[in-house]
């Protein structure tokens, strides 16, 4: 399945615009020692009602499963100079490896990708008529995320696997269900933000790369309504939060690593988010 973005890398090879004019005291890295400074334990440990609203504001708890991938995760940002292509995805490293999320080596094959197009919305409509390889097998709630209009979309593909790696896609017939045997996790298997480059601009390696590992290594999203119960990373392109936070935060990281250090991956989503709103707050997951 990870084969379904080849497609999206050759569409995006000629639709994806190179930003030329970010400015580089915007957008370049900082010292790779200061990045892998990241402490994923936090410093303030929030009151474990405030991690438990946040959680339910970014997540959807109550239909199935928490999923997060399994395998290890590459990264491929492609429509940026090199130098920023590079640094970005490098974040998305760091940042991963320090909670937990195993990532692959070097020339792995790309599962996550990060897309900055002219228009978004355009680059989307087109791969839709194309009937681009990037859609396969994705359930209707991953469908509306991907085509919903914005600068930014961004998607899953989600499976649910049993103890011994079968694999059962949203789409499978209902009249010929797979068998599965014994309890079932939900996986990621891979993930795309595509993004409208004009979004980006003024924005450093560091947002970029942390609102992506948010959005894809672990499925949140920014409240349709409302302002995050907590500084959150997610709010980077809320026009009401000013100035947006520089980095990912210590609420998000805390979510992050509490997915990636979930011990029973198969629980019932609301579960699994009470047990990692409890170690997001100094506690352990039982």
Same mark, same amino acid.
């Not at 499925?219 to 409240?223: H, I, L, Q, T, W």
């Given at each position: 399945?990870r084969?379904?973005?080849?497609?999206?890398?050759?569409?995006?090879?000629?639709?994806?615009v190179?930003?030329?004019?970010a400015q580089?005291?915007?957008?370049?890295?900082?010292?790779?020692?200061?990045d892998g400074?990241?402490?994923v334990?936090?410093?303030?440990?929030?009151?474990?009602?405030k991690?438990q609203?946040?959680i339910?504001?970014?997540?959807?708890t109550e239909?199935g499963?928490?999923?997060r991938f399994?395998?290890?995760?590459c990264?491929?940002? =492609? +429509?940026?100079p090199?130098?920023?292509?590079g640094?970005?995805e490098? $974040?998305?490293?760091?940042v &991963?490896?320090? @909670? *937990?999320?195993?990532m692959?080596?070097?020339?792995c094959?790309?599962?996550?990708m990060?897309v900055f197009?002219?228009n978004?919305d355009?680059?989307l409509d087109t791969?839709?008529?194309q009937g681009?390889?990037a859609?396969?097998n994705?359930?209707?709630?991953?469908?509306?995320d991907a085509?919903?209009a914005?600068?930014?979309h961004?998607?899953?593909?989600?499976v649910?696997?049993?103890?011994v790696g079968h694999?059962?896609?949203?789409?499978?017939?209902?009249?010929?269900?797979?068998?599965?045997e014994?309890?079932?996790q939900?996986?990621t298997?891979?993930?795309v933000?595509?993004m409208?480059r004009?979004v980006?601009?003024?924005k450093?390696?560091?947002q =970029? +790369?942390?609102y992506?590992v948010?959005?894809?290594l672990v499925?949140? $999203?920014?409240?349709a309504? &409302?302002?995050? @119960? *907590?500084?959150?990373?997610?709010?980077?392109f809320d026009?009401?939060?000013?100035p947006?936070p520089?980095?990912?935060?210590?609420?998000?990281?805390?979510l992050?690593?509490?997915?990636?250090?979930?011990r029973n991956?198969y629980?019932?989503?609301?579960d699994?988010a009470y047990?990692?709103s409890?170690t997001?707050?100094?506690g352990k997951?039982?």
């Open positions: 399945m084969c379904c973005l080849n497609s999206l890398v050759l569409l995006s090879a000629f639709a994806a190179p930003v030329a004019h580089d005291g915007a957008t370049s890295p900082r010292p790779p020692a200061q400074g990241i402490v334990t936090g410093k303030a440990q929030p009151p474990i009602k991690a609203r946040y339910r504001q970014v997540l959807d239909d499963q928490l999923a399994v395998d290890p995760v990264p491929l940002v =492609l +429509g940026l090199a130098r920023f292509k640094a970005i490098d $974040r998305v490293r760091i &991963g490896a320090a @909670a *937990s999320v195993r692959g080596k070097d020339k094959e790309p599962n996550l990060i197009a002219d978004a355009s680059l791969m839709r008529k681009n390889a859609f396969t994705l359930d209707d709630n991953a469908l509306r085509f919903a914005g600068p930014i961004a998607w899953r593909l989600v649910t696997r049993d103890e694999l059962s896609t949203g789409n499978d017939d209902p009249d010929y269900p797979p068998v599965m014994g309890e079932t939900a996986v298997i891979n993930a933000v595509v409208d004009h980006a601009l003024g450093s390696v560091r =970029l +790369g942390d992506v948010m959005r894809t499925g949140a $999203r920014p409240p309504k &409302g302002s995050i @119960a *907590s500084a959150s990373i997610l709010s980077l026009p009401n939060v000013a947006p520089a980095e990912i935060t210590d609420m998000d990281i805390g992050l690593a509490g997915l990636y250090r979930m991956p629980e019932q989503g609301s699994q047990r990692i409890r997001m707050v100094g997951q039982h």
